[in-house]
């Protein structure tokens, strides 16, 4: 249920974003959401979300929607750089949905 309102989201802002001078996102990778996290977001977020590392966002505690992650994933804010270079739209997602397993708010 999740990924298919996440994969809809996704759908409606690539929708929008094409008709931009955006580059179309790649072909997402085999990488889990779990490991594209420790690769791109463990230095400030740490392994599991509360380390706050340049004034990163506790992500255990936060209360940001799949919405409001993926667009700050993909364009980034305050300290944090944008990542739309770096993954693609499916990539960002996996990440998005790793963030929000339920598992991570313990």
Not at 85 to 99: D, G, M, N, R
């Amino acid at each position: 249920p999740m990924r298919y309102y996440l994969a809809f989201i996704m759908a409606i802002w690539l929708a929008c974003n094409i008709a931009s001078d955006e580059t179309p996102p790649v072909a997402a990778s085999a990488t889990s959401g779990s490991e594209l996290y420790i690769r791109y977001c463990s230095a400030c977020h740490g392994t599991d979300g509360p380390a706050r590392i340049n004034g990163a966002t506790n992500l255990r505690q936060s209360s940001l929607d799949s919405v409001r992650l993926l667009k700050i994933v993909r364009e980034g804010r305050n300290k944090m750089p944008s990542f739309k270079t770096q993954l693609s739209i499916e990539e960002t997602s996996e990440i998005v949905s790793y963030i929000l397993m339920p598992s991570k708010k313990e």
